[in-house]
């Protein structure tokens, strides 16, 4: 078992969870993930870490609740504990000195880039990072990635907060204006990813994505996270999850994350109905 040292609620349905897992913090690189299971029948859902603490055996992650699994685990607190975390998965980000690295951070895509952003500043290189939210109450460990950054710059979809637009209106400007620019990492919802990939493309700009696709065993023997890069096929979870965006087949890799939508929602619908007769169970007994 796997205890919930800390909770924090940080915006709509987003929530900040720290665990006891000493064994994968041994091991734990930055651009890796976890498996996670809340109990033995429940199904597994693939966490990229976004940090972790030696000295107390804990890592971190931010877990937003948009399915059946991920709403169970919006209900739990501290003090209640995980059926599994299994890791650290995944090729660790490449990270090489005297680079200008640009790392951009869709939403929740920002608590990823975290820890890629830090190994790149640990070595000496140029971090610049372009978080982005729909509006500023939605917008993510700002002062985190202060604090391991050179530059931070900041996009909302509403104008509430920074430059009004998206990251990528920020990155276009960037490449408009020519700013060195050696390597860029875009992390979030795949549709802002392949923006990203075809802003740097025709400059040849080194641009890498971290993909989360469908995912089970996190071996590479199930076949699950399957996703075609440079027309091969690959397993996200022990080729990736980092690759070439220029070369990687976005439009297949959307139609395969919504494969399972309408499986989802009746597991999702009959969920809510559960927990309605059970919250109107405990309001009649009152």
């Known amino acids: 078992m796997y205890p919930i040292v800390e909770k924090n609620d940080l915006a709509a349905k987003v929530y900040r969870y720290v665990i006891k897992a000493p064994q994968i913090v041994k091991k734990a690189r930055a651009g890796q993930f976890v498996i996670l299971r809340l109990h033995e029948e429940g199904e597994r859902i693939p966490i990229t870490l976004a940090d972790w603490d030696a000295v107390q055996g804990t890592i971190t992650l931010y877990v937003q609740a948009v399915g059946k699994t991920t709403t169970m685990m919006s209900m739990m607190k501290a003090g209640d504990s995980l059926m599994d975390v299994v890791g650290p998965f995944g090729v660790p980000s490449h990270v090489e000195p005297g680079k200008t690295f640009v790392a951009i951070g869709g939403g929740f895509g920002i608590a990823a880039i975290h820890p890629i952003v830090r190994a790149h500043k640990l070595i000496g290189n140029k971090t610049i990072s372009i978080i982005g939210s729909r509006s500023k109450d939605l917008l993510l460990m700002e002062d985190e990635m202060r604090a391991i950054s050179d530059e931070v710059r900041i996009a909302t979809d509403d104008g509430s907060y920074g430059t009004k637009g998206f990251v ?119």
């Open 168 to 286: 990528t209106t920020i990155l276009k400007s960037m490449l408009e204006q020519r700013e060195p620019v050696d390597v860029v990492l875009a992390i979030g919802p795949v549709v802002m990813m392949k923006a990203v990939a075809d802003l740097t493309r025709p400059l040849g700009v080194q641009t890498l994505v971290s993909l989360n696709p469908i995912m089970m065993d996190g071996t590479g023997m199930c076949g699950a996270c399957r996703v075609v890069v440079g027309n091969k096929m690959k397993f996200a979870c022990v080729d990736g999850p980092e690759f070439d965006a220029h070369a990687v087949d976005f439009e297949l890799l959307m139609a395969r994350q919504k494969m399972y939508s309408p499986q989802e929602k009746i597991s999702f619908d009959i969920f809510e109905k559960i927990c309605e007769a059970q919250e109107h169970r405990e309001t009649a007994a009152w």
